[in-house]
């Protein structure tokens, strides 16, 4: 059995319900296990979730970053949404594309969670 590197937390929906679990689970995760890795990775409709104009969520976002959480947003995504990188929220990591970065992350053998 291989060790984990890591969690993944993968949101590509923009119910505002899906997006608070999976953030809520990440706060959970880091109670349980503080000095676990997590990388978020924001796709498809979740996307509005990065945008600084469009997110509910920018202080529970900044606050995971604080602890060390990466956020991670598909250019695919943006593209689609007519999104830049100057629409994001802060310290947000624009990768190619969100199924390449999920795909490279669990063979690195980090854990993969859909909320």
């Known amino acids: 059995m291989s060790e984990k590197k890591g969690v993944?937390?993968?949101?590509?929906?923009?119910?505002?319900?899906?997006?608070?679990?999976?953030?809520?689970?990440?706060?959970?995760?880091?109670?349980?296990?503080?000095?676990?890795?997590?990388e978020l990775v924001i796709q498809g409709d979740a996307v509005n979730m990065a945008?600084?104009?469009?997110?509910?969520?920018?202080?529970?976002?900044?606050?995971?970053?604080?602890?060390?959480?990466?956020t991670v947003v598909c250019l695919n995504s943006m593209k689609a949404n007519n999104l830049t990188e100057g629409d994001l929220l802060p310290s947000m990591t624009?990768?190619?594309?969100?199924?390449?970065?999920?795909?490279?992350?669990?063979?690195e053998g980090m854990a993969y969670v859909k909320p």
Do not use: C, T, Y
């Open 8 to 38: 993944l937390f993968h949101v590509n929906d923009a119910d505002a319900a899906k997006q608070r679990a999976a953030l809520r689970n990440i706060e959970n995760l880091l109670v349980e296990m503080p000095n676990m890795r997590v």
């Open 51 to 70: 945008a600084s104009s469009q997110s509910r969520w920018p202080g529970e976002i900044q606050a995971l970053q604080d602890k060390g959480v990466s």
């Open 94 to 107: 624009i990768v190619p594309s969100a199924v390449g970065e999920l795909v490279r992350r669990q063979q």
